[in-house]
């Protein structure tokens, strides 16, 4: 497998799933796992080789029964599922805001991240109009921490376009939830459209293309634009139509707990009946097996479809591997290295009117990474700039802020904080200044504020920003910064610089 892996996750959406990617828990990406949009499929494709389609109608019923049984006695307690029951209409009002806010905070994130974030969200904001009426400050509070900013950002921009261009009225269908709200992707619209308004369309998330392509020996790159057309048409015919939010629901929770990415429970598995992946897995053993007694069977069917080139099989560089079993699906191109980049970031602090810390945010841009976010005062470094040239820079950008020089050899090194993004591998090069005095900060620059501990942590800051506060580094201070309280207590860290180690919490 050179150019395409076994992606041992998929977006996953609880305790097990996950994509090779992002590790077990995490869910999927909605539109940016490469689903395709409606303006897609300007041509008909020839339909697919039989043995990657559910053709035969009593397959399909037999799966949506088996499935939609084990969903009912196993399905995790969730916070967004108490609300309402199997998606009856009548629970519509309730249900609308609970789906949405759940679904698009499990976005690339873990389950177990999200309930917490969802439980207050859903205190704060029961209601579209209740959202609608929040400032983007209070949304980004309460999302700090969460990562993909931008997500809170939109959920609130479609609530207003809902209460005020379209009185009120959710769009209901799955085609008219994408077409009209930002933030809302192709499965989005379907995890509304069937939860909570029963339409009878199918999802597809990381949990469901493994689950998929495990089902029908999917092994071509499951990130291609094609590949996810198929998964979608799949996903459309195979949805229950009586209980399509809990079939979709159902289909999901098995990739996040059963058919899971790197250990599959197949003998737990409500569909391994309806399974092509274990049905080869278990015709290569039985081959193994009756060979191992001297009695060899004949060459077992395990080849891949038959059809030449077909678009679905795994390609004839790539083939089947015995040693990976099931996880030989699905796979998918490998990933692009995240970008590297170094940022110098100072924690500049002075002492509040009650004498207790205060430090100095300043406020990112409406756009971008971050949107929106508080950040000590920061600027991104040339590749390669040596240290001196780093406390320079830096020390320009801060008389910026304070009007006053800076002299840059005041600043301290204290260490560096890596965080990687989706996209950046980002090092944080933090230093320190401690203020004697007062200074007054220019109103002509982005907004700033000083802050005390406990208001850092209340404020609209990143998590590379708290692992900053927080002292979590990559890099360690230079020694001498360092000093050993007790063999037992562990290192502790003092800083000349005025930075306490409480303040660091190291
Ligand atoms: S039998 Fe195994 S590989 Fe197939 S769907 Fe079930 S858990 Fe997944
Ligand atoms: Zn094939």
Same mark, same amino acid.
């Given at each position: 497998?050179?150019?395409?892996?076994?992606?041992?996750?998929?977006?996953?959406?609880?305790?097990?799933?996950?994509?090779?990617?992002?590790?077990?828990?995490?869910?999927?990406?909605?539109?940016?796992?490469?689903?395709?949009?409606?303006?897609?499929?300007?041509?008909?494709?020839?339909?697919?080789?039989?043995?990657?389609?559910?053709?035969?109608?009593?397959?399909?019923?037999?799966?949506?029964?088996?499935?939609?049984?084990?969903?009912?006695?196993?399905?995790?307690?969730?916070?967004?599922?108490?609300?309402?029951?199997?998606?009856?209409?009548?629970?519509?009002?309730?249900?609308?805001?609970?789906?949405?806010?759940? *679904?698009?905070?499990?976005?690339?994130? $873990?389950?177990?991240?999200?309930?917490?974030?969802?439980?207050?969200?859903?205190?704060?904001?029961?209601?579209?109009?209740?959202?609608? $009426?929040?400032?983007?400050?209070?949304?980004?509070?309460?999302?700090?921490?969460?990562?993909?900013?931008?997500?809170?950002?939109?959920?609130?921009?479609?609530?207003?376009?809902?209460? %005020? *261009?379209?009185?009120?009225?959710?769009?209901?269908?799955?085609?008219?939830?994408?077409?009209?709200?930002?933030?809302?992707?192709?499965?989005?619209?379907?995890?509304?459209?069937?939860?909570?308004?029963? $339409?009878?369309?199918?999802?597809?998330?990381?949990?469901?293309?493994?689950?998929?392509?495990?089902?029908?020996?999917?092994?071509?790159?499951?990130?291609?634009?094609?590949?996810?057309?198929?998964?979608?048409?799949?996903?459309?015919?195979?949805?229950?139509?009586?209980?399509?939010?809990?079939?979709?629901?159902?289909?999901?929770?098995?990739?996040?707990?059963?058919?899971?990415?790197?250990?599959?429970?197949?003998? *737990?598995?409500?569909?391994?009946?309806?399974?092509?992946?274990?049905?080869?897995?278990?015709?290569?053993?039985?081959?193994?097996?009756?060979?191992?007694?001297?009695?060899?069977?004949?060459?077992?069917?395990?080849?891949?479809?038959?059809?030449?080139?077909?678009?679905?099989?795994?390609?004839?560089?790539?083939?089947?591997?015995?040693?990976?079993?099931?996880?030989?699906?699905?796979?998918?191109?490998?990933?692009?290295?995240?970008?590297?980049?170094?940022?110098?970031?100072?924690?500049? *602090?002075?002492?509040?009117?009650?004498?207790?810390?205060?430090?100095?945010?300043?406020?990112?841009?409406?756009?971008?990474?971050?949107?929106?976010?508080?950040?000590?005062?920061?600027?991104?470094?040339?590749?390669?700039?040596?240290?001196?040239?780093?406390?320079?820079?830096?020390?320009?950008?801060?008389?910026?802020?304070?009007?006053?020089?800076?002299?840059?050899?005041?600043?301290?090194?204290?260490?560096?904080?890596?965080?990687?993004? %989706?996209?950046?591998?980002?090092?944080?090069?933090?230093?320190?200044?401690?203020?004697?005095?007062?200074?007054?900060?220019?109103?002509?620059?982005?907004? %700033?504020?000083?802050?005390?501990?406990?208001?850092?942590?209340?404020?609209?800051?990143?998590?590379?920003?708290?692992?900053?506060?927080?002292?979590?580094?990559?890099?360690?201070?230079?020694?001498?910064?360092?000093?050993?309280?007790?063999?037992?207590?562990?290192?502790?860290?003092?800083?000349?610089?005025?930075?306490?180690?409480? %303040?660091?919490?190291?």
């Amino acid at each position: 497998m050179s150019q395409l892996r076994a992606a041992a996750g998929g977006l996953r959406r609880g305790g097990g799933g996950g994509r090779a990617v992002p590790p077990a828990g995490r869910r999927r990406k909605d539109a940016s796992v490469g689903v395709s949009s409606p303006g897609h499929r300007g041509r008909t494709p020839a339909p697919p080789p039989a043995p990657h389609l559910f053709s035969d109608p009593a397959e399909v019923g037999a799966l949506r029964g088996n499935l939609l049984a084990w969903y009912d006695r196993c399905k995790r307690d969730l916070p967004w599922r108490r609300v309402g029951g199997t998606g009856a209409p009548a629970l519509i009002p309730a249900l609308f805001p609970a789906v949405w806010v759940s *679904e698009i905070m499990l976005q690339q994130t $873990q389950v177990a991240t999200v309930i917490d974030y969802y439980n207050r969200w859903m205190q704060k904001w029961p209601t579209l109009q209740a959202l609608a $009426q929040a400032s983007l400050e209070e949304v980004n509070e309460l999302w700090a921490g969460l990562g993909y900013y931008s997500r809170g950002k939109r959920l609130q921009e479609a609530a207003k376009k809902v209460v %005020s *261009e379209l009185a009120g009225r959710m769009p209901r269908t799955a085609e008219d939830l994408q077409k009209l709200l930002p933030g809302v992707g192709r499965y989005t619209a379907g995890a509304i459209a069937s939860i909570s308004y029963g $339409q009878a369309t199918g999802v597809v998330d990381g949990n469901v293309i493994r689950v998929l392509c495990r089902l029908r020996c999917i092994g071509a790159d499951s990130s291609s634009p094609a590949v996810i057309d198929r998964l979608w048409d799949m996903a459309n015919a195979l949805v229950d139509r009586s209980r399509p939010g809990d079939f979709n629901q159902a289909l999901m929770e098995l990739g996040a707990t059963v058919c899971v990415p790197k250990a599959p429970l197949c003998g *737990e598995c409500p569909v391994k009946q309806h399974c092509r992946a274990r049905c080869r897995v278990e015709k290569e053993l039985a081959f193994a097996s009756q060979k191992l007694f001297g009695n060899p069977p004949p060459v077992p069917d395990v080849e891949d479809c038959g059809v030449g080139d077909c678009p679905l099989c795994p390609p004839a560089t790539e083939p089947w591997d015995s040693s990976l079993g099931v996880t030989n699906f699905p796979r998918k191109a490998a990933k692009k290295q995240p970008r590297v980049e170094r940022t110098a970031t100072c924690v500049l *602090e002075r002492r509040g009117c009650h004498g207790a810390p205060e430090y100095l945010i300043v406020q990112r841009p409406s756009s971008g990474l971050l949107a929106g976010l508080w950040e000590f005062p920061s600027l991104p470094l040339a590749q390669g700039l040596q240290e001196e040239k780093q406390r320079e820079v830096l020390a320009d950008h801060l008389q910026a802020w304070m009007g006053q020089p800076v002299v840059a050899g005041r600043l301290r090194f204290i260490g560096e904080v890596v965080h990687i993004f %989706s996209h950046i591998h980002q090092t944080y090069v933090v230093y320190s200044l401690h203020l004697d005095g007062d200074v007054t900060l220019d109103p002509a620059l982005s907004p %700033s504020r000083w802050v005390t501990e406990d208001e850092f942590h209340t404020s609209a800051v990143s998590t590379a920003m708290k692992k900053v506060l927080g002292g979590t580094w990559a890099f360690p201070p230079f020694p001498s910064l360092w000093s050993w309280a007790s063999p037992d207590s562990g290192p502790q860290l003092e800083f000349s610089s005025g930075l306490s180690c409480a %303040s660091f919490r190291c």
